[in-house]
């Protein structure tokens, strides 16, 4: 089983639609997870960052996490085409050092349809 | 805003040749990555560095290998490209002095082909 898993997509929903994307994992010590947004073309940038278990809002964007069934989830309300784009979920557990490397899933790619 | 930079964007090479990409960051991060980005792949791991001159690997790094002489630089270099490699590198750089978050910051990508 791979550490981290995510639905390979693609995903094409209507503008206005709620976007919900997901990723599972195996290791129980990840405690940092992340999403990360990628246009076509452009190096990931952060969108979403959250520490152990619990939600998260940032204006449209939802992120959740559930550490018992080791399940994380991004929502988009409302969504726009400029949301267009690949997702990528991320996660790693202590940090620093040589721990600092983030386990990555596949990335998702998203098309908002005007 | 932090700034992560790649010398190329685009990049053509012939199998056997000796290939260094180079990044840049400007913001005294500590930590510097290399990935490659293949479509059904994702995002692999080749090295990352957590100092100067330290370098650990990752989880792809048959092929490849790294320098990190000064902390704002951190080189990958491909000693005899293959068309195998012909992919997206991307480099990033991220923050550590003890903070629990560690954001990676993702240069532009050099896309390398390698005939």
């Known amino acids: 089983q791979k550490e981290v898993e995510q639905d390979p997509g693609p995903l094409s929903v209507p503008e206005g639609a709620i976007v919900s994307l997901n990723c599972t994992y195996s290791n129980s010590a990840f405690q940092y997870f992340m999403w990360y947004r990628q246009y076509s073309r452009k190096g990931p940038e952060l969108l979403m960052y959250?520490?152990?278990?619990g939600n998260k809002e940032d204006g449209r964007f939802t992120a959740q996490v559930d550490k018992s069934s080791k399940y994380i989830s991004l929502f988009i309300r409302d969504s726009q085409p400029s949301d267009s784009a690949t997702y990528l979920c991320?996660?790693?557990?202590?940090?620093?050092?040589?721990?600092?490397?983030?386990?990555f899933g596949k990335g998702i790619t998203l098309s908002v349809r005007p | 805003d932090v700034k992560v930079t790649q010398s190329s964007r685009y990049l053509v090479k012939r199998t056997g040749e000796k290939v260094f990409l180079e990044c840049v960051q400007d913001m005294d991060h500590e930590n510097m990555f290399w990935y490659r980005q293949d479509p059904g792949l994702g995002l692999r791991l080749i090295y990352f560095s957590y100092d100067v001159k330290m370098k650990e690997k990752g989880d792809i790094p048959e092929g490849y290998s790294v320098s990190r002489e000064k902390k704002e630089r951190f080189s990958l270099i491909l000693e005899s490209a293959s068309t195998n490699q012909t992919s997206m590198y991307l480099c990033?750089?991220?923050?550590?002095?003890?903070?629990?978050?560690?954001?990676?910051?993702f240069g532009p990508g050099t896309r390398l082909t390698v005939l």
């Open positions: 959250t520490y152990s278990s």
């Open positions: 990033a750089s991220s923050l550590w002095a003890g903070k629990s978050t560690d954001t990676q910051y």
């Open positions: 991320a996660m790693s557990g202590l940090l620093g050092g040589a721990n600092s490397k983030l386990t």
